[in-house]
């Protein structure tokens, strides 16, 4: 790993709030699952992000339980009445890697000129149909090792900063907070500040017992 990816890492490890601080909060099986999914996702539902990578380990957590087996039990009813929706993008024994997303809010960003320009570049077709996108994405995600680096643009990072790290640009790195800042920093270092404000609110509200089920029905994204 390199120094600047060390930072990186650092840096989301120093500014994100942890759902193991308060798990043992919600001894109901469909409350601690719940309660991991609404942090998890909770700039998604906050309407300010398109959508979120979940890894749902299949392990015993310190709460003890395990929160794979517990989405294969609880998912449908969890997310009837969120406007979440949910895609399994990679499955191993060790447990699925999923995409939390609002589809409308997703279809937006993939629609926007320059960046369904380059998504088409990178061989997504047809970038104004979000089922379609979603499978080749997920196609990608199944068939090659790493990670795709497009996944970038559905995470609602800026084209410039997903351009950069895929060497697509001449912009310098600049900074680096959940992702990797290139070019110009101040757009991008204030999206990270937003991303950050929703999840400390998220978590402010499980520590003080909210109903996690609730939260995670709850959005604040309007079309």
Not at 103 to 125: N, R, V
Not at 151 to 170: E, H, Q, R, T
Not at 190 to 197: E, H, V
Request: with cysteine.
């Amino acid at each position: 790993m390199t120094h600047a990816a060390k930072q990186c890492t650092q840096t989301r490890r120093k500014s994100r709030a942890r759902w193991l601080d308060f798990s043992w909060k919600f001894p109901d099986e469909r409350d601690c699952l719940a309660s991991f999914l609404a942090l998890e996702a909770a700039e998604v539902l906050a309407g300010v992000k398109p959508a979120n990578l979940v890894q749902l380990r299949n392990r015993r957590q310190p709460c003890g339980r395990n929160l794979h087996q517990l989405w294969k039990l609880y998912s449908n009813t969890l997310l009837a009445g969120s406007a979440l929706k949910a895609l399994s993008l990679r499955q191993k024994e060790t447990g699925d890697l999923m995409l939390f997303y609002t589809p409308e809010l997703l279809q937006s960003h993939l629609q926007h000129p320059k960046t369904a320009k380059f998504l088409k570049q990178l061989g997504y077709l047809t970038p104004e149909n979000l089922q379609q996108t979603l499978a080749e994405l997920q196609k990608r995600f199944q068939t090659e090792v790493d990670m795709p680096h497009e996944i970038g643009l559905f995470l609602g990072y800026p084209l410039k900063d997903v351009a950069g790290f895929m060497g697509c640009s001449d912009k310098p790195c600049t900074g680096c907070r959940q992702w990797r800042i290139y070019g110009d920093p101040a757009p991008s270092l204030a999206l990270s500040d937003r991303y950050a404000a929703c999840r400390r609110g998220m978590a402010s509200q499980l520590r003080d017992a909210g109903n996690p089920i609730a939260l995670l029905q709850t959005t604040s994204w309007t079309q």
